[in-house]
């Protein structure tokens, strides 16, 4: 039963489309678990780059089945305009599986997801304003639309008045804006149901039966640890679980079944949005680290905060995670710095703590402690065994392996599916 989770261990954007896309070749599925088109994978296959939103990585790999597992929100449009994009493009997407489970993002979700951010002002969380966050309130209010209410207009009528009857009170009365019509939403759904019918499965069965046949199959988190619902940096995170946990409730498919769970660390720190980041650059180096990494949001286009490498949060991803193994990328981005700042720990009110704080008063008023590390000014981009990097890219790599608490397994030194050295396999 080989199952692997594959996730980010800080605030997303760390290169899973990249580590995906490496094993993609190698697995018979891969599925995505949760989140929605907040995501963003860009993938690199040769001279062509594909930036994916909601589509698992996998959808590129030859011989693998793509899955959108029941913990995903699915908007419909996003969904098939990628498929369109990709088809145009000569990929084939019609081994894709899309549970019937899954919850659908429906045009009322997107409108009270930007009119709240706007009403919140200073205080917004920092969506992408995508109906990301509303779908996931109606799922655990038990007044969403599910993929499989699509097939029954009846039902889908009723799931819809009943959730703009207190929607349009709230959109009407409190942000004077005008109703939206249950049978506007209901037409445009149902517009969607037969384009959507070829992919619609029970993933879960399928799932389960590919790991009972010994199949290789590949869970692929959206976003990071540290936008994790229950173990992010709250309130400013996602509205699912993008944690090894998340795998099991968003795929269906128990945790005695999972046998690797690997995580994925940018040799540096960034973050997209609001909220706590306790290595965040404000000077020439973060400008540096932005511009050489491209770091803009895949989706959203938004520049990236960024800072150097947080080993705190490395460690708590660790032990969240159950981490087996780290994939570290993007390490070619570094190369031409003299000193590298490592964050060792934080200082708090006066006191060293080693371990992230579960405290968002202490998080926010964390202050970094670095270690500096030796830099390297050679290329490494074409580097294919561990031993071809610089002695002190290495000396990098075994100090953050070291600090983060699990193995890293593999190195991103370039952009390209082919530029990766892997140091144990994950298979």
């Keep these: 039963m080989p199952a692997l989770v594959l996730l980010g261990a800080q605030w997303g954007d760390e290169g899973k489309g990249k580590a995906t896309d490496l094993l993609g070749g190698s697995v018979d599925y891969v599925v995505r678990y949760q989140g929605g088109n907040n995501a963003g994978h860009t993938v690199v296959v040769g001279d062509q780059k594909y930036a994916l939103h909601l589509l698992p990585s996998g959808i590129l790999s030859p011989g693998c089945t793509p899955v959108i597992g029941n913990g995903v929100v699915v908007d419909p449009s ?3 305009s990628e498929l369109s994009g990709l ?10 599986l899309i549970s019937g489970n899954a919850h659908i993002i429906t045009p009322y979700n997107v409108t009270v997801d930007k009119v709240t951010e706007r009403f919140l002002g200073k205080r917004k969380i920092g969506t992408t304003g995508r109906g990301i966050g509303p779908t996931y309130a109606d799922k655990i209010n038990r007044v969403g639309i599910r993929v499989q209410d699509l097939y029954d207009e009846s039902i889908l009528t009723q799931k819809v008045e009943a959730a703009l009857d207190a929607k349009n009170q709230i959109l009407t009365k409190l942000y004077n804006r005008r109703a939206i019509a249950a049978g506007q939403v209901v037409e445009e759904l149902l517009g969607y149901a037969e384009q959507i019918r070829p992919y619609v499965a029970d993933t879960v069965l399928v799932l389960n039966q590919a790991l009972d046949d010994d199949k290789v199959v590949l869970f692929e988190g959206g976003q990071g640890t540290l936008l994790d619902i229950d173990h992010g940096t709250y309130p400013f995170v996602t509205s699912s679980n993008p944690t090894a946990g998340g795998a099991c409730t968003g795929a269906g498919v128990g945790p005695t079944k999972v046998s690797r769970v690997i995580g994925i660390l940018k040799a540096y720190t960034t973050r997209v949005g609001a909220g706590p980041f306790p290595t965040e650059l404000f000077d020439k180096d973060g400008e540096a680290l932005r511009e050489i990494g491209g770091e803009r949001g895949v989706t959203t286009g938004r520049d990236r905060r960024c800072g150097w490498f947080d080993a705190v949060i ?11 193994d780290f994939f570290l990328t993007k390490l ?4 031409g710095w003299e000193r590298i700042p490592v964050c060792v720990a934080y200082e708090i009110d006066g006191k060293r703590v080693e371990e992230l704080p579960y405290s968002q008063t202490d998080f926010h008023h964390a202050k970094p402690v670095y270690e500096m590390l030796p830099g390297w000014s ?3 981009t074409g580097a294919k065994t561990f031993s071809d990097l610089p002695k002190n890219a290495q000396a990098y790599v075994k100090a953050l392996e070291e600090m983060s608490g699990a193995p890293i397994s593999a190195i991103g030194v370039g952009p390209g599916r082919d530029e990766t050295i892997e140091i144990n396999s994950f298979l």
Aim: hydrophobic residues 40%.
């Design 378 to 380: 050679e290329d490494i």
């Design 332 to 335: 070619d981005v570094l190369t």
């Design 314 to 324: 490395a460690r708590y991803a660790t032990r969240v995670n159950g981490l087996t």
């Design 87 to 96: 088809n145009e493009r000569g990929v084939d997407t019609s081994k894709l």
């Design 78 to 80: 996003v969904l098939l």
